[in-house]
């Protein structure tokens, strides 16, 4: 039987640290996924998708939340 799903979720948690390259890398193993329609549901370690996120990360963030809501759209 071979079955295929029209959806793809992922529910939370896809960064650590909310950096760059753990987005990109998220977006490229997520891309990967022959579905056509997907769904982002930001857990509670993705602040980098926050707009207050600079101010809430201490310093250790490196990408902008408009740039991280970019690559992941």
């Known amino acids: 039987m071979n079955l295929f799903f029209l959806l793809f979720?992922?529910?939370?948690?896809?960064?650590n640290q909310?950096?760059?390259?753990?987005?990109?890398?998220?977006?490229?193993?997520?891309g990967a996924?022959?579905?056509?329609?997907?769904l982002v549901v930001?857990?509670?370690h993705d602040y980098c998708l926050e707009p207050s996120?600079?101010?809430?990360?201490f310093g250790k963030l490196d990408i902008e939340?408009?740039?991280a809501k970019k690559r992941i759209s």
């Open 42 to 44: 930001a857990g509670n």
């Open 18 to 30: 909310g950096l760059a390259a753990e987005i990109d890398a998220f977006v490229g193993w997520f």
């Open 53 to 57: 996120a600079k101010r809430l990360s």
């Open 9 to 15: 979720c992922s529910a939370g948690d896809f960064c």
């Open 33 to 38: 996924f022959p579905h056509p329609h997907k």
């Open 65 to 67: 939340p408009a740039e």
